[in-house]
Protein backbone atom coordinates (compact mmCIF):
# COMPACT_ATOMS: atom_id res chain seq x y z
CA UNK A 1 0.00 0.00 0.00
CA UNK A 2 3.12 2.25 0.98
CA UNK A 3 4.37 2.00 -2.71
CA UNK A 4 0.53 2.41 -4.07
CA UNK A 5 0.20 6.17 -2.63
CA UNK A 6 3.67 6.83 -3.57
CA UNK A 7 2.78 6.49 -6.71
CA UNK A 8 -0.39 7.73 -7.01
CA UNK A 9 1.48 11.20 -5.03
CA UNK A 10 3.53 10.95 -8.57
CA UNK A 11 0.99 10.72 -10.90
CA UNK A 12 -1.00 13.70 -9.50
CA UNK A 13 1.90 15.96 -9.41
CA UNK A 14 2.58 14.92 -13.11
CA UNK A 15 -1.02 16.36 -13.71
CA UNK A 16 -1.06 18.79 -12.19
CA UNK A 17 2.73 20.35 -13.35
CA UNK A 18 0.81 20.03 -17.05
CA UNK A 19 -1.35 22.83 -15.96
CA UNK A 20 1.00 25.26 -14.61
CA UNK A 21 1.37 27.99 -17.22
CA UNK A 22 4.68 27.46 -19.31
CA UNK A 23 6.83 30.72 -19.21
CA UNK A 24 7.35 32.81 -22.73
CA UNK A 25 10.38 31.09 -23.88
CA UNK A 26 10.70 27.84 -22.26
CA UNK A 27 12.13 25.02 -23.46
CA UNK A 28 14.50 27.16 -25.99
CA UNK A 29 11.65 28.62 -28.40
CA UNK A 30 12.18 32.61 -29.79
CA UNK A 31 8.75 33.71 -28.40
CA UNK A 32 6.07 34.99 -31.12
CA UNK A 33 4.49 38.11 -30.91
CA UNK A 34 0.06 37.71 -30.91
CA UNK A 35 -0.28 41.25 -30.26
CA UNK A 36 -0.91 44.62 -32.64
CA UNK A 37 1.69 46.32 -33.79
CA UNK A 38 2.29 49.53 -31.58
CA UNK A 39 5.02 51.54 -33.87
CA UNK A 40 6.33 50.58 -37.33
CA UNK A 41 8.68 52.58 -38.40
CA UNK A 42 8.98 53.27 -42.01
CA UNK A 43 11.91 55.69 -42.15
CA UNK A 44 10.98 58.61 -43.98
CA UNK A 45 12.78 61.39 -41.35
CA UNK A 46 14.03 61.71 -38.02
CA UNK A 47 11.00 63.07 -36.32
CA UNK A 48 10.52 60.10 -33.94
CA UNK A 49 14.39 59.62 -33.36
CA UNK A 50 16.51 61.30 -30.81
CA UNK A 51 20.54 61.30 -31.68
CA UNK A 52 23.04 61.96 -28.21
CA UNK A 53 26.66 61.59 -28.07
CA UNK A 54 29.28 61.19 -31.52
CA UNK A 55 28.87 60.47 -34.51
CA UNK A 56 25.65 60.72 -36.65
CA UNK A 57 22.25 59.17 -37.49
CA UNK A 58 20.48 60.14 -40.98
CA UNK A 59 18.29 58.80 -43.53
CA UNK A 60 20.57 57.63 -46.08
CA UNK A 61 17.76 56.55 -48.27
CA UNK A 62 13.80 56.28 -47.63
CA UNK A 63 13.13 53.20 -45.19
CA UNK A 64 16.79 52.94 -43.40
CA UNK A 65 18.43 54.68 -40.18
CA UNK A 66 22.04 54.77 -40.58
CA UNK A 67 23.93 55.37 -37.40
CA UNK A 68 27.70 55.86 -37.28
CA UNK A 69 30.20 56.04 -34.68
CA UNK A 70 34.09 56.73 -36.08
CA UNK A 71 37.47 57.38 -34.24
CA UNK A 72 35.54 56.37 -31.00
CA UNK A 73 36.89 53.08 -28.26
CA UNK A 74 34.90 50.91 -26.71
CA UNK A 75 33.54 52.41 -23.33
CA UNK A 76 33.73 55.80 -24.52
CA UNK A 77 31.79 58.12 -26.05
CA UNK A 78 29.04 56.82 -28.79
CA UNK A 79 26.51 57.51 -30.82
CA UNK A 80 23.07 56.86 -29.86
CA UNK A 81 19.84 56.98 -31.23
CA UNK A 82 16.68 56.82 -29.09
CA UNK A 83 12.96 56.50 -30.46
CA UNK A 84 11.08 58.97 -28.74
CA UNK A 85 8.29 57.24 -27.86
CA UNK A 86 7.51 54.79 -24.73
CA UNK A 87 6.35 51.44 -24.90
CA UNK A 88 4.86 49.05 -22.52
CA UNK A 89 6.34 45.80 -21.11
CA UNK A 90 5.29 42.66 -22.80
CA UNK A 91 6.72 43.22 -26.33
CA UNK A 92 8.66 42.56 -28.92
CA UNK A 93 11.68 44.51 -30.57
CA UNK A 94 12.28 43.69 -34.59
CA UNK A 95 14.05 45.46 -36.52
CA UNK A 96 16.82 44.50 -39.92
CA UNK A 97 20.87 45.16 -39.24
CA UNK A 98 23.13 45.40 -41.29
CA UNK A 99 26.81 46.24 -40.21
CA UNK A 100 28.94 47.45 -42.95
CA UNK A 101 32.05 47.40 -40.52
CA UNK A 102 34.16 45.80 -38.32
CA UNK A 103 35.34 47.54 -36.01
CA UNK A 104 33.15 48.08 -32.85
CA UNK A 105 29.35 46.87 -31.83
CA UNK A 106 25.69 47.67 -32.12
CA UNK A 107 23.95 47.51 -28.82
CA UNK A 108 20.43 47.92 -28.14
CA UNK A 109 18.55 49.46 -25.18
CA UNK A 110 15.10 48.18 -23.63
CA UNK A 111 12.96 49.96 -21.44
CA UNK A 112 15.22 53.02 -20.65
CA UNK A 113 14.22 55.62 -18.42
CA UNK A 114 15.43 57.63 -14.80
CA UNK A 115 15.23 56.01 -12.03
CA UNK A 116 12.56 57.65 -10.90
CA UNK A 117 10.91 57.24 -13.46
CA UNK A 118 11.64 60.07 -15.55
CA UNK A 119 11.28 60.43 -19.53
CA UNK A 120 15.04 60.21 -20.47
CA UNK A 121 15.43 62.46 -22.88
CA UNK A 122 12.55 65.40 -21.40
CA UNK A 123 13.58 64.66 -18.48
CA UNK A 124 16.90 64.54 -16.91
CA UNK A 125 19.89 66.55 -18.42
CA UNK A 126 21.91 65.77 -21.55
CA UNK A 127 24.38 62.93 -22.00
CA UNK A 128 27.62 63.46 -23.46
CA UNK A 129 27.16 59.51 -25.03
CA UNK A 130 29.67 58.18 -22.39
CA UNK A 131 28.69 54.42 -21.61
CA UNK A 132 28.79 55.10 -17.96
CA UNK A 133 26.37 57.45 -18.62
CA UNK A 134 23.86 54.62 -19.19
CA UNK A 135 25.01 52.13 -17.34
CA UNK A 136 27.20 52.90 -14.78
CA UNK A 137 27.01 52.23 -11.39
CA UNK A 138 25.82 56.08 -10.69
CA UNK A 139 24.16 56.40 -13.56
CA UNK A 140 20.64 57.85 -13.48
CA UNK A 141 18.65 55.76 -15.96
CA UNK A 142 17.11 52.27 -15.68
CA UNK A 143 17.21 49.68 -18.53
CA UNK A 144 18.74 46.12 -19.75
CA UNK A 145 20.46 45.72 -23.32
CA UNK A 146 22.01 43.36 -25.55
CA UNK A 147 25.42 43.92 -27.94
CA UNK A 148 24.78 41.75 -31.10
CA UNK A 149 27.86 41.97 -34.28
CA UNK A 150 30.44 42.30 -31.45
CA UNK A 151 33.87 43.23 -32.86
CA UNK A 152 36.81 44.45 -30.82
CA UNK A 153 38.44 47.80 -32.01
CA UNK A 154 40.94 45.55 -33.64
CA UNK A 155 38.58 44.19 -36.33
CA UNK A 156 38.51 40.87 -34.42
CA UNK A 157 35.02 39.03 -33.64
CA UNK A 158 34.38 38.42 -30.12
CA UNK A 159 31.98 35.29 -30.89
CA UNK A 160 29.55 36.03 -27.62
CA UNK A 161 26.68 38.49 -27.17
CA UNK A 162 25.93 40.15 -23.58
CA UNK A 163 22.83 40.18 -21.59
CA UNK A 164 23.32 43.76 -19.22
CA UNK A 165 21.00 45.05 -16.88
CA UNK A 166 21.45 48.75 -15.91
CA UNK A 167 22.57 50.90 -13.99
CA UNK A 168 25.76 48.89 -12.62
CA UNK A 169 25.94 46.93 -16.06
CA UNK A 170 25.41 43.85 -14.28
CA UNK A 171 25.55 40.58 -16.67
CA UNK A 172 22.25 39.15 -16.94
CA UNK A 173 23.26 36.48 -19.40
CA UNK A 174 25.45 35.26 -22.18
CA UNK A 175 24.99 33.65 -25.49
CA UNK A 176 26.64 33.09 -28.86
CA UNK A 177 26.75 36.71 -31.26
CA UNK A 178 24.82 35.17 -34.53
CA UNK A 179 25.38 38.51 -36.14
CA UNK A 180 28.84 37.23 -37.32
CA UNK A 181 29.46 38.56 -40.98
CA UNK A 182 29.51 42.40 -42.05
CA UNK A 183 27.35 43.68 -44.84
CA UNK A 184 24.56 41.17 -44.49
CA UNK A 185 21.18 41.99 -43.50
CA UNK A 186 20.37 39.91 -40.19
CA UNK A 187 16.72 40.26 -39.16
CA UNK A 188 16.47 41.03 -34.88
CA UNK A 189 13.82 40.28 -32.25
CA UNK A 190 13.96 41.19 -28.80
CA UNK A 191 11.20 40.09 -26.60
CA UNK A 192 10.45 41.25 -23.48
CA UNK A 193 8.67 40.39 -20.99
CA UNK A 194 8.67 40.92 -17.69
CA UNK A 195 11.93 39.46 -16.50
CA UNK A 196 12.02 37.41 -19.36
CA UNK A 197 14.23 38.42 -22.16
CA UNK A 198 15.37 36.86 -25.80
CA UNK A 199 17.13 37.69 -28.62
CA UNK A 200 16.41 35.93 -31.88
CA UNK A 201 18.55 36.32 -35.04
CA UNK A 202 17.06 35.31 -38.10
CA UNK A 203 13.99 33.58 -36.15
CA UNK A 204 16.20 31.73 -34.42
CA UNK A 205 16.87 32.05 -30.56
CA UNK A 206 20.48 33.05 -30.08
CA UNK A 207 20.10 33.42 -26.19
CA UNK A 208 17.68 34.51 -23.02
CA UNK A 209 17.18 34.64 -19.53
CA UNK A 210 14.69 35.65 -16.80
CA UNK A 211 15.61 38.17 -13.98
CA UNK A 212 15.37 36.22 -10.88
CA UNK A 213 15.07 39.80 -8.95
CA UNK A 214 17.87 39.82 -6.59
CA UNK A 215 19.09 43.60 -7.23
CA UNK A 216 18.25 46.21 -4.82
CA UNK A 217 16.83 48.37 -7.21
CA UNK A 218 12.81 47.64 -9.23
CA UNK A 219 13.27 45.91 -13.05
CA UNK A 220 13.48 47.61 -15.71
CA UNK A 221 10.04 47.69 -16.92
CA UNK A 222 8.82 49.99 -19.82
CA UNK A 223 10.26 53.49 -21.49
CA UNK A 224 12.22 53.31 -24.63
CA UNK A 225 14.05 51.42 -26.98
CA UNK A 226 17.50 52.84 -28.14
CA UNK A 227 20.85 51.69 -30.03
CA UNK A 228 24.43 52.32 -29.12
CA UNK A 229 27.01 52.17 -31.99
CA UNK A 230 30.62 52.29 -30.17
CA UNK A 231 34.27 51.58 -31.58
CA UNK A 232 36.46 52.70 -33.68
CA UNK A 233 34.56 52.49 -37.10
CA UNK A 234 31.20 51.65 -36.46
CA UNK A 235 28.87 52.27 -39.49
CA UNK A 236 25.26 50.12 -39.63
CA UNK A 237 22.33 50.39 -41.22
CA UNK A 238 18.80 49.55 -39.55
CA UNK A 239 15.24 49.12 -41.51
CA UNK A 240 11.90 47.61 -41.02
CA UNK A 241 11.28 48.66 -37.20
CA UNK A 242 8.68 47.91 -35.68
CA UNK A 243 7.25 47.48 -32.20
CA UNK A 244 4.65 44.38 -31.27
CA UNK A 245 2.43 43.55 -28.29
CA UNK A 246 3.33 40.24 -27.23
CA UNK A 247 -0.45 39.27 -26.46
Known amino acids: MRW ?9 AACTSGDRKRPAGQAGKLVEPQGEVLFAEEFKDLS ?3 HEGAGRIFIPEPGILRIECIGSQQGGVGAQAFCRLDFPDGIAIEYDLKVLTNNGLIITFVAMKGLEGEDMIAGLPPREGRFDEYTGADARLRSY ?5 RYDDTGKHTGVSNWRRNPGLHLMGQGPDLCKEIRQWYRIRIVKDGGLLQLGVNGQLAH ?5 GELATPLPTDGKVGFRAIGANVQALIRNFRVVALR
Open 48 to 50: NWH
Open 145 to 149: HVSVS
Open 208 to 212: EFTDP
Open 4 to 12: MWVWIMVAL
